[in-house]
Structure formats: C-alpha cells, structure tokens
C-alpha cells in the first residue's frame, strides 16, 4: 500500500483520484472510485443547484467513504453549485478557472479544497489563498492543459508550494503513479483511464475506439470548445479543425446545450464570456460558437456514440489503455505495478 500526503489529507487508501469531467463522472463511477479506495470527483459544472444536490445525495447512497465535487468557477451556477456542496458537507470541493472564495467556510466543516491549475504561477497563488492541494495538469491531458508538459509542470511546480500535488495528464498505469511520486507529486488524477472502465457510462463505440487508439491518435485546439484542449481523434475532430467559424452549428448548438443545462440565453451567453477572459473580446462570438458546438459534439459522443459526428476529450495517454476492466481493477492493479516499479528502483542503489 502507498501512503502519502495525498491518502492522509482526504483519508483515502490509495494515492487515486477521479478527474472530474461533466456528463461522465456521474454517481455510479464517482463511488466506485470511492469505494474502491480512490477518490471520486463528482462533475456539476453541468447541473442545477438542485441536481447537484441531488446527485451530492445519490453518491452518499452508494459510498460512505471520501468524494468530492468539481465545479467550473465561471461557469453557469457556480456560486449557486459550491454553496450546495458546502451545506452538504461535501469532504473535498475541487474548482478550476477562478479564484475561490469559499475556503474559509469549507474548513470550518472539516472539507478540503483543491484547486485544478495548469500554470505554474497560478499554483503559487492557489496555495497562498489556503488551498489544501493542488491538481497540477501537463500538456498530455485530455480537455483543457496548456503548453507545459507533466515532465516539466510537476517538479516546477512542487518546487515552489508545499501542499500535496495531484499529477494529471497521462497517467494512467503504476508506472505512471511511480513517475509522478519520483516527480514530486503525491498521487495521480486520471480520466480518460477511467473513462474506458465498465462502471463508466460512456458509450460502448467510444470506450472501443480508445482501445484501439495509439498514442498519435488525439488532436489538440482551442476549435472544439473555445479553449486549448484534446480530443480523440475521429473523423469528425479532424473535420473540426479544419472548418471555418461554424455559425449554423453553433445556433443550434447553443440551444442544445443551454436546454441541458437549464440555461437561459443570456445566462449561456454570459458563461462563454467569462470563459473568454477579457483579453480576447474581439473572438467572443467565435468561442462562443465553439463551446456551443463541442458540448453539443461531445455529449453525441457520450450518451449516443455517435463516431461520425462525436467528439470525446481524451488524453495521449490512450496509446496505452488496451481494455476495459472494472474501475477496482484499474486501482488495484495501477497501485500494484507503482509498487512494483518503486521497489525495482530502490535495488539500483548501491
């Protein structure tokens, strides 16, 4: 059994977490990792404050070991979301893009708060404002991490804060939990890994198509969602990239999507604002169409598996994924492998 600061700060068995991705890390999966001594991130950045309730409460149902929420912070019902989850008393609150303002009232129940950065500037900042840990995401992961590589980010980043640090972005094997602890991280978070599970609600088509995938096989863009991200590569990802701005989809995209979110126009408009920055006003139209489009895309490929016009964000790491096994045999065998590698290395010493 590994334990570091990772499992003593959350309580957890295994040096594990559930990448929080919205329309997949749904209960079922997110207790599974949980249950099988990991932690599972349940994904609300695409709920209700109601839902996310609801969904709070149907986990608790199905584990009574430690989970946690993700929740994009400018994204639609954010303050709304995270105020829920600390009512709930949810152990782990876990955010990406924005400054939380929540950590005080998180601690006073005991919860922890993990910040998700791709920066290593940003992780400065994150621990200086109280974070409890720190999701550090290399270049290699699916959806949105920057330029820097996990090779690079991790021990940069671990140079600079003293907080547990959770390695994202290709992992997906003991090895790769061994190279991160070597590397200066506590645990890894994996997603697209856990993706290709049985308890994972993806469709079949595209669980298959991952394990068929080689490492060459995902594309990396800002024209899928609006921002820099990776997606499997399909025939319809391709087509994406070389498409011009797509206005047609994009109207109907944008209905789609604020109708599965319970948005409002103006309620969806202004989350792709805030998910611009200011500094590119001159492109908002443009992302917004994006986001309309690959949320619409990306939900086809999840719930429809549909391989011609889908797209799934996955991560390089699926050259490595070759089947479909049950997520507690992902966790045992990943731990089992990580102390395999970490004993092998302790014999080259002389």
Known sequence: MLKTSMTELFGIKHPIMLAGMNWITEPD????????????????ARCTPEETREVIRETRKLTDKPFGINQILIGANAKENIQVAIEEQVPVINYSLGKPWFID????????????????????????????????TGHEAAAHGDAATSLVLIPVVASQVNIPLI????????????????????????????????????????????????????????????????????????????????????????????????????????????????????????????????????????????????????????????????VNEVIERTVTEAEEVLDKLQKTRV
């Open 29 to 44: 999966l997110v207790a599974a990792v949980s249950n099988a001594g990991g932690l599972g991130i349940l994904a609300v």
């Open 105 to 136: 009232q998180v601690h006073a129940y005991g919860g922890k708060v993990v910040g998700t950065i791709a920066i290593a500037k940003h992780a400065a900042n994150a621990a200086k404002l109280g974070c409890d840990a720190l999701v550090i």
């Open 167 to 326: 390695a994202a972005g290709g992992f997906y094997d003991g090895r790769g939990l061994a190279a991160a602890l070597a590397l200066g991280a506590d645990g890894v978070s994996m997603g697209t890994r856990f993706i290709v599970t049985k308890e994972s609600n993806v469709h079949e088509n595209y669980k298959e198509l991952v394990v068929k995938a080689s490492e060459q096989d995902t594309l990396y863009s800002h024209v899928f969602d609006g921002m820099n991200g990776r997606v499997l590569r399909t025939r319809a990802a391709q087509q994406m990239m070389n498409k011009g701005f797509p206005l047609f989809e994009a109207f109907k995209g944008a209905k789609e999507v604020k109708d599965q979110m319970r948005l409002s126009y103006p309620q969806f408009i202004g989350m792709s604002l805030k998910m611009l920055g200011k500094e590119d006003e001159g492109y908002m139209p443009w992302i917004m169409a994006r986001q309309a489009v690959g949320t619409r895309r990306h939900l086809m490929a999840i719930t429809k598996g549909d391989i011609d016009e889908g797209i799934l964000f996955a991560g390089q790491n699926v050259g490595g994924i070759n089947d479909i096994p049950s």
